[in-house]
């Protein structure tokens, strides 16, 4: 039957089928790749201080540095970040050290965490910590 309908159909028509359907592949594949790669996040300079970063979850681990180290935000300086696409809410870090539970995102699902790992220095000490988007901030190292 399906073989009737094509030869009843202009070679024109059959070729615009084609072509619709390979760019509909296309779009899948674009989409499939952006979904896949996580959300795009601000981009952070290194080497700059706590001070002058503007992004929130940059800003949390600059302000739990500080504390943890007794010293102003000022004297802090970011070593690096990079933006990540965690594996788990928990941020790759033991759950039991997070939050006592499973590792659930806010949907209460487990699943994928887009967020940072912030490399902080201060005077010859490095301190690593994983961040969600929002407000979980956890020191690893």
């Known amino acids: ?3 009737a309908i094509l030869t009843r159909m202009r070679p024109s028509t059959v ?3 084609i072509l619709i359907g390979l760019a509909l ?3 899948g594949i674009v989409v499939s790749r952006r979904v896949l790669s996580g ?3 601000p981009k952070v300079e290194a080497d700059a201080t706590c001070n002058s970063s503007n992004v929130k979850p940059v ?3 600059c302000t739990k540095a500080a504390a943890e180290l007794r010293a102003p935000v000022s004297t802090i300086t970011i070593a690096r970040v990079e933006s990540v696409t965690w594996d788990n ?3 790759e ?3 039991n050290e997070v939050r006592g539970g499973p590792c659930i995102n806010s949907d209460g699902k487990p699943g994928r965490t887009p967020g940072y790992l912030v490399v902080l220095a201060h005077e010859n000490r490095q301190l690593v910590y994983h ?3 929002t407000d979980l901030v956890i020191r690893t190292e």
Do not use: F, I, Y
Request: charged share 10%.
């Open 89 to 91: 809410a928990c941020l």
């Open 25 to 27: 592949v296309l779009v």
């Open 39 to 41: 959300p795009l996040l």
């Open 15 to 17: 070729v615009g089928c």
């Open 1 to 3: 039957m399906r073989t």
């Open 93 to 95: 870090v033991p759950h």
């Open 131 to 133: 961040t969600d988007m």
């Open 59 to 61: 800003q949390k681990a």
